[in-house]
């Protein structure tokens, strides 16, 4: 089941990846305002191409984090440049010393989400790792360039799960809902996205 739905959203088309990244981006940017010590990621060709919203939070002194692979996890390290390309081709920077300063805020890239509010990823379970670890829960936040959600609960206990969703038009607060209840404050601007019934694959 998993697997399939993965498939599912690995195959969505990703056609106006910029325009989507932008309007997507600048929420993230807009977020991360009430945030000081924030983990995010640095996007693989299939995510949110966000490389502008890390050098500007940058400049503007917040103390941004990306993940470095270790193994079957990865620690988190402070963003900077150069970029190096690493295992899956993921770039991260040279930098090898993992910081010890707390993070409040995780931006999280996913594959897809299903009803429970939980992390569909490539299948290693490394962010699971990394938050078992960590020893205590920042804001998590998960983001992705099309949305791709199931309306079935594909997901077990260990798997991240996110206070909020941010993805093309969508802002969703986790709270005790499930991801299955849709209010018009959630679809920010919902025209042209249309949900399948089965799985909520946005098509545009
Ligand atoms: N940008 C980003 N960085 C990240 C993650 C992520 O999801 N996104 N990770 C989250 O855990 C970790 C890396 N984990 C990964 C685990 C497996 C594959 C993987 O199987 N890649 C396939 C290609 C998948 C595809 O695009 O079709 C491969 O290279 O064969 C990639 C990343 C840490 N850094
Ligand atoms: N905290 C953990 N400690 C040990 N093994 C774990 C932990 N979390 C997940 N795993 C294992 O990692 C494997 C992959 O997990 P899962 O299928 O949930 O990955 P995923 O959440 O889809 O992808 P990912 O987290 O890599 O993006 C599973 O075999 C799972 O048992």
Not at 79 to 108: G, H, M, W
Not at 121 to 137: A, E, H, S, V
Not at 144 to 168: G, M, W
């Amino acid at each position: 089941m998993k697997n399939e739905f993965r498939k599912i959203c690995f195959n969505m088309n990703k056609h106006n990846k910029y325009y989507y990244s932008k309007k997507i981006g600048w929420q993230l940017y807009k977020l991360c305002k009430h945030h000081k010590n924030i983990l995010f990621f640095i996007p693989m060709d299939t995510e949110v191409d966000i490389h502008w919203v890390l050098k500007k939070l940058r400049r503007e002194k917040k103390n941004i984090f990306v993940p470095f692979m270790e193994d079957l996890s990865f620690k988190m390290v402070k963003y900077q440049l150069p970029l190096i390309k690493k295992k899956f081709s993921i770039l991260e920077p040279d930098n090898k010393q993992k910081t010890r300063i707390k993070i409040d805020l995780a931006i999280v890239p996913i594959v897809g989400i299903d009803l429970t509010f939980r992390r569909i990823g490539f299948g290693k379970g490394m962010y699971d790792r990394f938050f078992d670890k960590l020893g205590y829960r920042p804001k998590v936040v998960f983001v992705q360039l099309k949305p791709c959600f199931s309306k079935n609960v594909l997901t077990q206990k260990h798997d991240v799960r996110a206070d909020e969703y941010i993805s093309f038009n969508i802002y969703k607060r986790s709270k005790n809902d499930s991801f299955n209840n849709f209010s018009r404050y959630d679809i920010i601007r919902s025209r042209g996205i249309y949900y399948r019934k089965k799985n909520g694959c946005g098509k545009v």
